[in-house]
């Protein structure tokens, strides 16, 4: 028999390279921009149309190429960037394995002009499918620019495999920003079909991430810095009031690559531990600088993952970093009640070891009952929605029980007319506010602070509270735990409620229908544009309702597909938010000290459930401190 092993062509083993290196559009644009890079380019244009199916086009303002380089950078593994397997651990550049361009040129039309300097002229390459069409001379500005038409156009099954524009689009937006990100001192602009979608000038990292993400970086993220023999890092990460429901402004880059870790996210989710509200995700930006001997990148052809030979001294110190600057930001909750005060002062040096400081609540206290019986078990923090164990309210308050209300600070409630259309008699009445025991604590003196905050002594100062947060906290939990059970009956509306909404959001709402029909909604149904609905929750107004179907409905909108797993969330959400008492209600006394006694029976009294600071401790030593 004879032998039956060949060499693919080129053109064939280039097509396979094609299918690990080239996914979709959005990887066509990351290697472009990635060469244009470490081309030295400090202007960057990406032009894209039809989310990158009919053409994306980079142009660099770098190096450029000679001519024999423009041709022979389509040849597989045809690398200016490595030559021995050496240089593979001491790389600075992004590219290194030859096998972007040739990918690309057999999948689609690729048109490459580009100049050097010190030429007077630009060489004009095309080449379809890995065959050279032309090659030939023209003038064109120093730099490269590179046009790749009709991605896939030879392998119709992975270009009807391609997703939504929408989706498509996402991805190249995700690229860019990445890339974005780890080049502050880059200009860069994106077009899609026509439109410009950002346009970034060079500028601090700060001022990068602000205008990628519109946020105020100063308000939302808290800065962290680290310098130790096996990693630099610095970084922004996000307060955890500022966390988010979705994972999606997480970033880490290594030598100024983005890359994926669940390992290094895992350290900082730890760092957080029992300051973030269920199911949320800090955001962050973070950058770590390693010796490039000490990781390798050439594990995954896309290079987006890394193996770091010291992975665990990396993660510890990152952990210990963002623990470190949590406190040293005044982060953490004061309420965690023996936080470890020694936080700050423990600056941590290149050479020191990596201990965890720790943040430990003294669990031995019930404040509603003096229960002899509590374990000593940790209270992680992490809010759960079964019944709340509140422990260590009380303790807050010792020493004060003897004080009648004359030896403090209160304030007569004000004569202010309640400003909120709805009162709070209303509220607690109807909303059967929180669990049935009634908790009593001992200091029950509470001042209200421009209708906002209500303000409390305790032992180490000043508590104070939010009260539409902390309200939206106590009903939120409310609603969670009864959503599923039967316990809300509902009232037959004389005269029906409309609420206009077009079709895809009546598809939305169907998802939540039968949710709402337990907690006694009931609607008639969908004409023209316009849902009818006939009964309503008795603990709500018809105006309350109409506000409540048009914010669930927005808050699916959002959630997309995350609806079914945060089906309860987003209902109880809802409800909460649209019944919790506003700012600018007057509160009388009864009032504040139920708030306070129900959101210290809550499991996590420290942040509302979307996620927004509810208490903070205004410590009488900095007070003391003011009038030094
Ligand atoms: P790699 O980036 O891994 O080296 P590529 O296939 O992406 O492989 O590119 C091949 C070579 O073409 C690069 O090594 C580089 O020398 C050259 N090149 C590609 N894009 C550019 C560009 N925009 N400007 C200058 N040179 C480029
Ligand atoms: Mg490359």
Redesign the pocket.
Known sequence: MSDIIKLLPDSVANQIAAGEVVQRPASAVK?LL???I??GASELKLIVKDSGKTLIQVI?N????SNT?ARM?FERH????ISSADDLFNLNT?????????SIAAISQVELK?RREIDDLATIIKIEGSKIKSQDVCSAPVG?S?SIKNLFFNIPARRNFLKSEKAETKHIVDEFLRIALAHPDINFTFTHNKTTLYNLRASSLKKRIDSLFGSKTNDKFFPIEEDTEIVSLIGFVGKPEFAKRRRGEQFFFVNDRFIKSSYLNHAVSTAFEGLLPPDSFPSYFIYLDIDPKSIDINIHPTKTEIKFDDERSIYAILRSTIKHSLGQYNISPSLDFSIDRNLDEELMKPSSNFAQPTIEVDPDYNPFQNDATNSGKSYSGQASYKKPDTKGWDSLYSGLENLSPDDSFIVSPTNDIESSNITWEEETEQAKLGSESSFEHKSDIHFQLHKKYILSHVRSGMLTIDQNRAHERILYDYFYNNITQDNFASQQLLFPIEVEMNESQWALLQQVLPDLEKIGYSFVGFQNNTVTVSGIPIEFSESDSKNMIDKILGDIEIAEIDIFENKLHLLALSFAKTKAVKYGSTLQQSQMSEIVNKLFACANPNYSPSGKLITNIIDLKDLDEKFN
């Open positions: 290697e990635e060469n244009s470490d081309a660099d770098g190096k450029g190429m380089d950078s045809a690398t200016s960037k992004k590219g290194f394995r030859g096998e972007a361009l040739s580009t490269t590179i």
